[in-house]
């Protein structure tokens, strides 16, 4: 079992930046890829970034490929999304989540632990 926990979220102004955190419990966290999928008001969840358990492999969805970077800290059993050059269509309810593994995969199907999200807003 793994519980996840996110924080960072704000408000902030286009063009700014955000660092999101995910706080996972447990002792295997170094086995599992990481995601970050967000969901917009009345949009369908969609995936963000991915991480392969070792940190070494991430994959991007093309809307935020250049201005996002997802990493992570397995010693603090932590995944970050260091987001950059924030757009207001980037405004959505982020979520971290978690899988035994080592494809990366973005969909969110594919995941078996959520965190309970964090909200980003950015403003024009």
């Known amino acids: 079992q793994v519980q996840l926990v996110e924080s960072g979220g704000g408000l902030v102004q286009a063009g700014g930046s955000l660092r999101l955190s995910c706080a996972a419990s447990?002792?295997?966290?170094?086995?599992?890829?990481m995601g970050w999928f967000r969901q917009a008001p009345g949009a369908e969840r969609e995936f963000v970034a991915v991480?392969?358990?070792?940190?070494?492999?991430?994959s991007y969805a093309d809307s935020v490929k250049g201005r996002f970077t997802i990493s992570r800290d397995n010693a603090k059993n932590t995944v970050y999304l260091e987001m950059n050059s924030l757009k207001p269509e980037d405004t959505a309810v982020y979520y971290c989540?978690?899988?035994?593994?080592?494809?990366?995969?973005?969909?969110?199907?594919?995941?078996?632990?959520w965190g309970q999200g964090t909200q980003v807003t950015v403003s024009s």
């Open positions: 447990g002792r295997t966290f170094s086995s599992y890829i």
């Open positions: 991480i392969n358990p070792s940190g070494g492999r991430t």
């Open positions: 989540a978690a899988r035994l593994g080592t494809i990366l995969f973005t969909q969110g199907g594919r995941y078996d632990y």
